[in-house]
């Protein structure tokens, strides 16, 4: 049997999709496959540069690419999909960069005067993510990245950190990445308290209620809590009142600060391993030693494979061998299968009028049931909620629950509680006081939703961080396995996914729960709409670029040192070769004035691969002297404003006051001529620079440039950095 021809298949499919069971079929279907097949049907038949695909199109689209671009590019090949480079024109479009983004809270506000009381109501995540350190020049938005960036202001430092702001719901399920910055290490306190402040006013200005804050406890996050709720306790202060609670205000809005429990229950495990605890638990001083866990883990038994313990081993026990990043190996330790069998071992267990385990190790277990209980009662989620019914503390906070009483409790527990060295010394950690703060704000948290809100079933994991993990995780796996994007990857990855629910929420391994939480749809439209014009930044120029004979070198002296005159003319010939092709073509006049007609230059002639036959591109020596007067000016720019806004429009700048191009005789083709060759000579030292500049930040070149700053800055980085 014959196939049938291309003609014949196209009306079967066209026939197919306009056939009513065929439009049943695809009602069964998710909206990713529905939109995915009519795709097919509609531009199968259409030439490859007369394909047309809509915004949801583009959408799905651009979550396989970012899966995996290799991947991607195979299904090209047998199904039709836009263009890779029509996806990175369409995430570019958004003008997404550091600091609070205009066009993305106008989006956001439209969807926010759709949504009731209860669904406003959000709570604001903010976290650093680890960054490569690395240099990249976009063209499109004229800056070089790799710098210290708060959105108002770059500084001319290393950055190798991204503080990315987050709101996730807290009545209802939905979670959106709103702002990030770059930093070095971790952000100054006041400067992070500011954008807070600024986030959060921006967030009340588009309807949203942010009623809480969570973040971890690294020290500068507590420093910038404390400075918030200091600087409010001075504005009542000044008004002769007291203010009572743990909180802050902003704009008159009271705003509650948590700390992330996973993070926290993880500080008391890593206090403990070297630590020795003592808390007063039901009126019962109690001593936990790290020592107990480890006897249990040595002694865990084992019948034919089958151990009592199965999920112990030595990554939750070994203290070189645990991994403390990860929550796991923290509340798997503190389960109340170890704290129940460790005291079974220790107690009830009897061998020659013996238990397994010192007696005292029932002390210890009676401490890992008491974390066991407080993380289930500020971990509960509706999702597998009815699978673990027998732990009620996993449940919502209501009315007739138990989690405030059980709070009220715990908290006499952490004031009762002492870390004590092997020494003898006795201390209260930063991990104790952020918990016993946690517990008080979460008791007036739920008070307030209850009696200002009228909510009276919340989930607790609504406030933790597991949704900014998630979208960390998101952008480590975001197209390939890349653990410290750089600055630039990470903007890429930042907006994809901050319209993008189809990329995993929650990555293999990944540090948290899966979050559940779905992005907002309205903000893809930031792709499509008219965004909101940024106001230009003046131009203020330097007067030493234009004025100061120390930048020029001047030809002459170049051509002495034939090192420097070969790589000078052969650039400029791809320069102009470039130019030509773009530009004026055959053009005798342009040919004339810009090219050496005589051919003298003998370092390109050299090059040629057949004597007898010229193929490289000769330049005029004007050209030459031009291209040499450039060089020097945008070097020297580069190398004392590299982290400047529009530094290619500012070197254009300078280059319209320090040249004539008299050279340049053809009137047609002048003003095109100019404006090309100046575009392409700045790209290419721009991107030339940058990647010298990653050369020394990793160490495979030293040879810099001694007096270009920011190289000396990377070397010394290199240096401090570099495994011995």
């Known amino acids: 049997k014959t196939k049938d021809n291309y003609a014949t298949r196209l009306k079967k499919a066209l026939k197919l999709s306009e056939n009513q069971a065929f439009q049943n079929a695809l009602k069964k279907f998710t909206t990713i496959a529905m939109t995915f097949i009519m795709m097919q049907f509609r531009e199968c038949h259409k030439n490859k540069m007369g394909r047309r695909f809509n915004k949801n199109e583009k959408i799905m689209a651009l979550s396989l690419y970012k899966q995996s671009p290799k991947a991607y590019r195979w299904l090209r090949k047998m199904f039709v999909l836009p263009a890779p480079v029509t996806l990175s024109r369409m995430v570019s479009s958004a003008g997404i960069k550091p600091g609070i983004n205009e066009n993305l809270f106008t989006q956001l506000g439209k969807r926010v005067q759709k949504m009731n009381d209860a669904q406003k109501l959000c709570v604001l995540l903010f976290d650093e993510m680890a960054l490569s350190p690395h240099f990249d020049y976009n063209k499109k938005t004229d800056r070089i990245?790799?710098?210290?960036?708060?959105?108002?202001?770059?500084?001319?430092?290393?950055?190798?950190?991204?503080?990315?702001?987050?709101?996730?719901?807290?009545?209802?399920?939905?979670?959106?990445?709103?702002?990030?910055?770059?930093?070095?290490?971790?952000?100054?306190?006041?400067?992070?308290?500011?954008?807070?402040?600024?986030?959060?006013?921006?967030l009340h200005s588009i309807g949203l209620k942010v009623i809480a804050t969570v973040c971890d406890q690294g020290s500068s996050n507590v420093s910038a809590i404390n400075w918030l709720k200091e600087k409010t306790k001075a504005k009542y202060l000044r008004k002769n009142e007291e203010y009572k609670n743990n909180t802050f205000e902003v704009e008159n809005n009271e705003v509650i600060p948590l700390y992330d429990p996973p993070h926290l229950i993880k500080g008391i495990r890593n206090n403990l391993l070297t630590k020795d605890l003592k808390c007063t638990i039901k009126n019962e001083e109690k001593l936990a030693k790290w020592d107990h866990m480890m006897k249990l883990y040595d002694e865990n038994p084992a019948f034919q494979g089958i151990r009592i313990l199965p999920k112990l081993t030595e990554n939750h026990v070994i203290p070189n061998k645990i991994?403390?990043?990860?929550?796991?190996?923290?509340?798997?330790?503190?389960?109340?299968?170890?704290?129940?069998?460790?005291?079974?071992?220790?107690?009830?267990?009897?061998?020659?009028?013996?238990?397994?385990?010192?007696?005292?190790?029932?002390?210890?277990?009676?401490?890992?049931?008491?974390?066991?209980?407080?993380?289930?009662?500020?971990?509960?989620?509706?999702?597998?909620?009815?699978?673990?019914?027998?732990?009620?503390?996993?449940?919502?906070?209501?009315?007739?629950?138990?989690?405030?009483?059980?709070?009220?409790?715990?908290?006499?527990?952490?004031?009762?509680?002492?870390?004590?060295?092997?020494?003898?010394?006795?201390?209260?950690?930063p991990s104790i006081t952020n918990w016993l703060q946690t517990l008080e704000n979460l008791d007036l948290l739920m008070k307030k939703l209850a009696t200002e809100h009228n909510l009276t079933s919340i989930w607790i994991r609504h406030f933790n961080q597991d949704p900014l993990e998630n979208f960390f995780g998101c952008v480590r796996s975001h197209g390939v396995r890349n653990v410290n994007p750089t600055c630039a990857g990470f903007e890429v990855a930042f907006a994809a996914l901050l319209i993008n629910n189809l990329s995993s929420n929650h990555s293999p391994g990944a540090n948290c729960e899966k979050d559940k939480c779905v992005n907002i749809k309205s903000l893809r439209n930031i792709f499509f709409e008219n965004r909101v014009a940024s106001s230009p930044v003046p131009t203020e120029i330097d007067f030493r670029h234009i004025t100061s004979d120390d930048i020029i070198v001047g030809i002459e002296l170049k051509k002495n040192n034939p090192k420097v005159i070969a790589q000078l003319e052969y650039v400029a010939g791809y320069v102009l070769r470039k130019t030509k092709t773009k530009v004026f073509k055959n053009c005798p006049n342009c040919n004339n004035c810009l090219f050496n007609n005589i051919k003298e230059i003998t370092n390109i002639a050299v090059k040629e691969y057949k004597k007898e036959k010229k193929l490289l591109t000769y330049p005029a020596t004007e050209l030459v002297a031009s291209f040499s007067d450039m060089q020097d000016v945008i070097i020297d720019i580069?190398?004392?404003?590299?982290?400047?806004?529009?530094?290619?429009?500012?070197?254009?700048?300078?280059?319209?006051?320090?040249?004539?191009?008299?050279?340049?005789?053809?009137?047609?083709?002048?003003?095109?001529?100019?404006?090309?060759?100046?575009?392409?000579?700045?790209?290419?030292?721009?991107?030339?620079?940058?990647?010298?500049?990653?050369?020394?930040?990793?160490?495979?070149?030293?040879?810099?440039?001694?007096?270009?700053?920011?190289?000396?800055?990377c070397y010394d980085y290199y240096i401090k950095r570099r495994r011995n």
């Open 145 to 202: 990245s790799g710098f210290v960036n708060n959105g108002k202001r770059v500084t001319r430092v290393i950055a190798n950190h991204a503080l990315v702001f987050m709101i996730r719901g807290a009545f209802v399920n939905y979670k959106q990445p709103i702002a990030y910055t770059f930093c070095s290490g971790s952000t100054h306190k006041e400067e992070l308290a500011v954008q807070i402040e600024e986030i959060i006013k921006k």
């Open 323 to 429: 991994m403390k990043m990860k929550v796991k190996c923290a509340t798997q330790v503190f389960s109340r299968s170890v704290a129940v069998n460790m005291g079974y071992l220790a107690v009830y267990y009897i061998v020659s009028e013996k238990g397994i385990l010192a007696k005292e190790s029932k002390e210890t277990a009676e401490v890992i049931l008491f974390f066991d209980e407080l993380f289930d009662s500020v971990n509960g989620s509706y999702y597998g909620s009815k699978k673990k019914s027998w732990k009620p503390l996993l449940g919502p906070v209501t009315p007739t629950s138990s989690h405030q009483k059980y709070w009220t409790d715990a908290r006499k527990v952490f004031k009762s509680m002492k870390f004590y060295t092997k020494n003898g010394k006795s201390g209260v950690v």
């Open 638 to 713: 580069i190398k004392f404003n590299a982290a400047m806004p529009n530094i290619k429009n500012y070197i254009k700048t300078v280059f319209c006051m320090i040249n004539n191009y008299n050279y340049i005789t053809c009137q047609m083709h002048k003003k095109d001529v100019i404006m090309y060759m100046e575009d392409l000579i700045c790209n290419f030292f721009l991107f030339n620079w940058c990647k010298d500049t990653n050369r020394v930040l990793k160490g495979s070149r030293t040879d810099y440039d001694k007096n270009d700053e920011v190289q000396k800055m």
